[in-house]
């Protein structure tokens, strides 16, 4: 599984003309699922973005979480997050698990990150051709892959 966080002021997501997730300070999160990721790396992963600490202290130290401040997260299925530009100009993407795994992976990341934030997360269509709209904080913007744990 690969992540891209980015910390928002604001960010928003539509799926044809509706809109099907807002969110004010918190976190937007993409995410691209491959078949080998595995339970273990849904809790990993929901822990590490729940527990990042990338927001500002009283002392403009980047010190606290999303939970910390009581943020939202906004998740967003992306595939593209496992494209493979190895070789030619078109990028492939063999690595990405199909629907039929990743949709499995992706409700359980939902049901992972709202325990892990004890709240409703916001959250995109899988599969859908969605705009998202977003107010980067900072900018601040991380990736994380539970293949290399970083």
Same mark, same amino acid.
């Given at each position: 599984?690969?992540?891209?966080?980015?910390?928002?002021?604001?960010?928003?997501?539509?799926?044809?003309?509706?809109?099907?997730?807002?969110?004010? +300070?918190?976190?937007?999160?993409?995410?691209?699922?491959?078949?080998?990721?595995?339970?273990?790396?849904?809790?990993?992963?929901?822990?590490?973005?729940?527990?990042?600490?990338?927001?500002?202290?009283?002392?403009?130290?980047?010190?606290?979480?999303?939970?910390?401040?009581?943020?939202?997260?906004?998740?967003?299925?992306?595939?593209?997050?496992?494209?493979?530009?190895?070789?030619?100009?078109?990028?492939?993407?063999?690595?990405?698990? +199909?629907?039929?795994?990743?949709?499995?992976?992706?409700?359980?990341?939902?049901?992972?990150?709202?325990?892990?934030?004890?709240?409703?997360?916001?959250?995109?269509?899988?599969?859908?051709?969605?705009?998202?709209?977003?107010?980067?904080?900072?900018?601040?913007?991380?990736?994380?892959?539970?293949?290399?744990?970083?």
């Amino acid at each position: 599984m690969r992540v891209v966080i980015q910390r928002v002021l604001q960010a928003s997501v539509k799926a044809g003309l509706s809109s099907t997730g807002v969110i004010d +300070k918190g976190l937007l999160v993409l995410a691209g699922f491959e078949d080998g990721d595995m339970s273990d790396d849904i809790e990993w992963m929901s822990n590490k973005i729940v527990n990042l600490r990338i927001f500002d202290d009283e002392n403009k130290v980047p010190n606290i979480s999303v939970k910390d401040i009581n943020g939202d997260i906004l998740l967003v299925s992306q595939f593209t997050l496992h494209a493979s530009t190895k070789k030619g100009n078109r990028p492939s993407y063999i690595k990405a698990s +199909k629907p039929d795994v990743a949709i499995p992976i992706y409700e359980k990341l939902i049901h992972q990150l709202e325990k892990d934030l004890e709240k409703k997360i916001q959250r995109g269509v899988f599969g859908a051709d969605m705009k998202v709209s977003l107010i980067n904080d900072g900018p601040v913007t991380i990736i994380i892959d539970t293949k290399n744990k970083e």
